[in-house]
């Protein structure tokens, strides 16, 4: 007898609603003074691809709990989502205005030549790479709505100061400053979408916020057009840091005012609502993560776990491309011939091609728990297109390579799919924390390399940044595949081992042996108020340690 099956009869053993028949299935039992009825072959409320029976408090649940479910879900969407979706849109904005600076005097009033723009670009990364350990710890540990504000107030004063700078030692400064400042916003934002929402959610909630990324994109380019025409004694680049800077410091307001901490400490939910939230995220979603403490066993099996590796290497990358068209995606576009103004608003419907790629993946992702993978492979197979276009020129015309462009403004749709798959698949605080930092790591270390692809003495046409960004998207598709292949081998694994199919959507064993199909986990999802939670269920254990936890494809 292995662990599995040791594990399995302890499990079932504890349960007084569910035991193995003489043929090996399972079937309801009626506790001593239990006044449930035992359910036959036409009550059977049997999930066909869980080969488990539910009892039948779990799923006739009235309107009441349909509804506060909703409710719920309605309350917890209205207060997050805008807020983390504005603060993306800042947090792009800050990153990447400096692509459109560089167009509107930046390069030469700071006296930058050779690689040295490259490196004023990779340096943020550095910065981010420093401080993103130690802020996925802090994330975990401090009251996280608190530590993000003060981060949010921190990250405006560098913004602003930047137009202070009038030397490379200046701007590679504040440059890295302001990747330490920013490096806390994204493993902040996973941390509470992993909180507050289901495995059905996260990737949707994900997809929406990460797609404030893009719209700031858009939105930066029509500050830098406007800002383009100014003319005095302050440049136009200066002052695009300036109103940037002085907005993020401010919204750091609204976060301190309206961000719950945890579930616990969200005033816009009634008492009994918090306890619903906490209770619909451990019966479909990852666990608790407040009450949880640093764990070196998580860290050991993050480290030893196949997949983060698969997940660090797409995102390492995803991230060399998008750090080298980020930052030179103005550069490039003047050099198909248009000026400085019009080369600005072509970003705009790049933008947009990028906001929708993210939001609607984002969304099939949440829908079907077998299109993760799937969709990585798609927005990324228009990038490779769009580079082979682009590195084939001059030969091609100037629409041509636009259209190039454009198609590499799926690429980043790549990252959001994979911050959805740490959030959806990993368990347990400290994993999944740590998963988070690897996944930052590479994104750091990609978006450095990135940029020093495009050599100054390959300007107009930087043939090897282009070549470099064909090779990442192709390698890209080859993991993304395997990846899906290794989840799919390991869930069919512990379906053997365990002897349940489990579910990808559920959070496992819970309440004492209960365990949903893949039918019932969007309905219990609403109406968590159903199910008699135990002290054990709220325990902070991993993805490879929950009975019956199925990894999303």
Not at 425 to 450: D, E, P, S
Not at 471 to 490: D, S
Not at 526 to 549: H, I, M, N
């Amino acid at each position: 007898m292995n662990i599995a099956d040791i594990v399995r009869q302890q499990v079932l053993a504890a349960s007084s609603l569910i035991k193995y028949d003489a043929r090996g299935e399972y079937s309801p039992v009626q506790s001593e003074g239990s006044t449930e009825t035992t359910m036959d072959d036409s009550q059977d409320d049997r999930a066909p691809e869980a080969g488990l029976v539910l009892p039948q408090h779990v799923t006739e649940v009235g309107d009441g709990g349909s509804q506060l479910g909703k409710r719920v879900l309605r309350k917890i969407d209205w207060r997050l989502i805008p807020l983390m979706f504005i603060t993306y849109n800042l947090n792009f904005m800050d990153k990447t205005i400096l692509s459109s600076a560089s167009v509107f005097g930046l390069r030469e009033d700071t006296g930058l030549h050779g690689q040295q723009y490259s490196w004023v670009s990779s340096v943020f990364y550095f910065g981010y790479f420093f401080w993103e350990y130690p802020t996925t710890l802090l994330v975990a540990r401090l009251p996280v709505a608190k530590y993000l504000t003060i981060n949010t107030f921190f990250w405006g004063a560098v913004v602003a100061l930047t137009a202070a700078c009038s030397t490379y030692g200046g701007l590679i400064s504040v440059r890295f400053m302001l990747g330490v400042a920013e490096a806390t916003i994204t493993p902040a934002f996973m941390f509470i979408t992993s909180t507050w929402y289901t495995r059905d959610e996260i990737p949707t909630r994900t997809g929406i916020w990460f797609a404030g990324n893009s719209v700031g994109g858009l939105v930066a380019s029509f500050i830098a057009y406007g800002v383009g025409h100014v003319e005095g004694s302050l440049h136009p680049w200066k002052w695009m840091y300036i109103m940037l800077g002085v907005l993020t410091f401010i919204w750091g307001i609204p976060l301190l005012l309206l961000l719950p901490d945890s579930i616990e400490k969200a005033k816009f939910l009634t008492e009994e609502e918090r306890k619903y939230a906490v209770d619909r995220v451990v019966l479909a979603g990852t666990g608790r993560t407040d009450h949880t403490s640093w764990k070196l066993d998580q860290v050991i099996e993050c480290l030893s776990d196949p997949k983060t590796w698969l997940i660090f290497s797409m995102s390492l990358l995803t991230q060399i491309p998008n750090g080298g068209t980020q930052n030179f995606g103005n550069l490039v576009l003047k050099s198909f011939g248009f000026t400085s103004l019009e080369s600005t608003l072509l970003v705009i419907p790049a933008s947009v091609i990028s906001a929708c790629t993210i939001a609607g993946t984002g969304w099939l992702a949440g829908s079907y728990r077998q299109m993760n993978c799937i969709l990585i492979v798609c927005v990324v197979l228009p990038a490779v297109v769009g580079s082979s276009l682009i590195y084939v020129r001059p030969r091609t015309s100037s629409g041509v390579q636009l259209f190039g462009y454009f198609l590499l403004s799926t690429g980043p749709g790549g990252i959001p799919l994979l911050i959805s798959l740490v959030g959806a698949n990993f368990k347990g605080v400290t994993k999944k924390m740590t998963m988070t930092a690897l996944l930052f790591l590479a994104y750091c270390v990609g978006n450095i390399a990135g940029p020093q692809f495009f050599r100054a003495s390959e300007a107009p046409h930087y043939n090897t940044a282009f070549r470099a960004i064909l090779v990442c998207y192709c390698l890209v598709v080859g993991l993304a595949v395997t990846l899906r292949f290794y989840l799919q081998w390991f869930n069919a694994r512990r379906e053997k081992e365990e002897g349940v199919k489990g579910s990808a959507g559920a959070g496992g064993i819970i309440a004492a042996g209960k365990m949903l199909g893949e039918t019932e986990v969007r309905q219990i999802s609403e109406q968590a108020g159903a199910v008699e939670l135990r002290p054990e269920d709220y325990d902070d254990v991993t993805d490879w340690k929950t009975f019956g936890f199925r990894y999303r494809l």
